[in-house]
């Protein structure tokens, strides 16, 4: 398994991680219908298997369900993980106590003693300001609650601040968890990822599938189920628009004997400081995701999905 560093003085992690919004949430995804507690133990395994080690999960996932089910599978699990969840800044949650006591929430649903990663979900900061969340985070770190701090959604000077006020108290600011695929390619106009480069902050890349737009299983006839047939982008026009990047995607899985999937992920993986978290319902998708990894696009391939894309800069 291609490996890389989560950050620089972190754990060594698969080149690629697992999303587990999915598991066990009904109301996006819709959990319990055509797929349940199997079919996601069935893709942790498989995870496993192909020698994935990154999990990404948070305490709203299903309203805790993600995180319980993520905590079962590797209790169950012979295998160490790494383990990343979020923290939900909502506005009820007034004082450093209120995140302590979130971590604890989690670090019981995960069944772990020390969460590898804890990521701040949204940049909001209602009525807690920034220095006492940061605060409360790096005392979490000194205390062994949490490994890593990471932040997500966050702009670029928004990601300073969160860097500055961590490293005042000697804690480094992990990553910045963001939607980054071939189709949202803002953070590269946005000098997110160049910000990031500079700080040494990696950057985990959520919806790497565009939500299963880039795997090209889904046309006009084909569309998909639940909350994303309201999304302009998986319908017939918006499909119609991608097929700059799609015909691409599928002509180089074709020469390459890999799935659409594979080659859009790998060719996040071929970013400087990116690690991809693809979601997997299921062990076909978590078997086919991990399989971006240990084999190249050539150079020409990769800047050609480049030149194609640019109209999602
Ligand atoms: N920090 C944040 O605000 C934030 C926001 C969103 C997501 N995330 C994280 O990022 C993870 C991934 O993002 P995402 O779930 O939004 O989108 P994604 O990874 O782009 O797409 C995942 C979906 O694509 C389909 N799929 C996955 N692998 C496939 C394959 N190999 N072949 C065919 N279809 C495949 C599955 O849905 P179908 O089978 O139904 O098509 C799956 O649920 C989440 O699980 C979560 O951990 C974070």
């Given amino acids: 398994m291609v490996t890389k560093k989560l950050w620089s003085e972190g754990p060594q992690v698969s080149a690629i991680g697992i999303g587990t919004w999915s598991w066990g949430d009904r109301l996006f995804w819709g959990y319990g219908k055509q797929y349940g507690e199997a079919e996601v133990a069935a893709a942790f395994q498989a995870a496993i298997a192909a020698g994935i080690t990154l999990f990404d999960t948070a305490e709203i996932y299903g309203f805790g369900e993600s995180e319980r089910l993520l905590g079962k599978f590797q209790k169950q699990s012979q295998n160490p993980v790494c383990l990343a969840t979020k923290y939900g800044p909502v506005p009820w949650r007034l004082s450093e106590q209120a995140v302590i006591q979130a971590i604890r929430e989690s670090l019981s649903r995960l069944q772990v003693d020390s969460i590898d990663l804890y990521q701040v979900h949204w940049p909001f900061n209602f009525l807690m300001s920034y220095e006492t969340l940061f605060g409360a985070l790096a005392t979490a770190v000194h205390q062994g609650l949490i490994k890593a701090v990471g932040v997500s959604n966050y702009s670029v000077d928004q990601m300073r601040k969160a860097h500055k006020l961590l490293g005042d108290r000697g804690v480094p600011l992990a990553v910045n968890q963001v939607r980054y695929s071939l189709i949202t390619r803002q953070i590269e106009t946005q000098g997110l990822i160049a910000a990031a480069r500079e700080l040494d902050i990696t950057i985990l890349a959520y919806s790497p599938l565009a939500q299963g737009l880039l795997t090209g299983k889904y046309t006009p006839e084909q569309p998909p189920t639940g909350a994303r047939t ?3 982008r998986f ?11 799609t015909n691409l995607l599928r002509q180089y899985a074709n020469v390459h004997d890999k799935t659409m999937a594979q080659v859009a992920l790998n060719w996040l993986t071929t970013q400087e400081g990116v690690i991809p978290i693809p979601g997997a319902k299921t062990a076909k998708q978590a078997t086919d995701n991990a399989g971006a990894l240990g084999w190249s696009l050539t150079a020409d391939e990769v ?9 999602w800069l």
């Fill in 235 to 245: 319908k017939p026009e918006g499909l119609r628009k991608l097929a700059p990047v």
């Fill in 303 to 311: 800047t050609t999905l480049e030149e194609a894309s640019r109209p």
């Fill in 230 to 232: 309201v999304d302009g």
